[in-house]
């Protein structure tokens, strides 16, 4: 059965710790998308990779780190220096010619 | 800058009540507009893509048009499983990234 799955579902973080929140796909999709979600806002795009060993920030990367070692894998890193982190963070992946992106279940992180 | 806004910030149907939701945008070269239906804690489900002005598409009771400068996504006859917030995004001339609007919020009443 071909999908993205995020995990965990809902993650907690104390202030201070860096947290890493897995995405993984297996619908052979050479590009990977992070997302960001806030109450009464659009998708914001946190990071995105087009092939593995390569990756681009997005509109707020402040914060945030990725890497893209396998083509199914693309875990996003919240550091420390990300000062708002609580909100819901969605993974997609895209493949060509349609253009469309898929999305994952989500995680929801919370800061304590 | 690529921009989306979708209107209303939320509707509220009685089933069997038809109504439309707004997409309008600002893109530089589209490349598509895609529409997505997102239920509460779920990420977001693929409903359309639409290419150029005067194509549409449909899947049951929704119903997508573009044009030059808006899409709607038509709901025709809701029933209370269409409750969902709707997405609408656009894909410029930059590959691979979407421009979101702040969607929809459906709730459909029996």
């Known amino acids: 059965d071909g999908g993205i799955t995020q995990s965990p579902k809902y993650l907690f973080r104390k202030e201070g710790q860096n947290v890493t929140l897995s995405c993984e796909q297996n619908l052979n999709h050479d590009a990977m998308y992070w997302y960001r979600q806030d109450p009464g806002q659009g998708l914001r795009l946190i990071y995105y990779?087009?092939?593995?060993?390569?990756?681009q920030k997005g509109d707020i990367a402040e914060g945030y780190s990725v890497s893209r070692e396998k083509k199914e894998s693309f875990p996003l890193t919240v550091t420390s220096a990300q000062k708002n982190p609580t909100a819901f963070y969605l993974c997609a992946s895209m493949g060509t010619p349609t253009d469309t992106q898929y999305f994952g279940p989500g995680t929801r992180l919370t800061v304590l | 800058e690529d921009q989306v806004t979708q209107s209303p910030e939320a509707l509220r149907l009685q089933e069997g009540e038809s109504s439309s939701l707004n997409c309008s945008y600002t893109?530089?070269?589209?490349?598509?507009l895609f529409w997505y239906r997102q239920d509460p804690g779920k990420g977001p489900e693929f409903l359309f893509t639409?290419?150029?002005a005067g194509e549409e598409k449909e899947k049951e009771r929704l119903k997508a048009t573009l044009t030059k400068k808006e899409s709607f996504l038509h709901i025709t006859a809701p029933k209370p499983e269409d409750s969902a917030t709707y997405l609408c995004?656009?894909?410029?001339?930059?590959?691979?990234?979407?421009?979101f609007g702040a969607g929809t919020q459906v709730v459909v009443t029996p």
């Open positions: 639409l290419y150029s």
């Open positions: 990779s087009q092939i593995v060993n390569d990756f």
């Open positions: 995004a656009v894909q410029g001339e930059r590959w691979g990234k979407l421009q």
């Open positions: 893109v530089s070269g589209l490349r598509g």
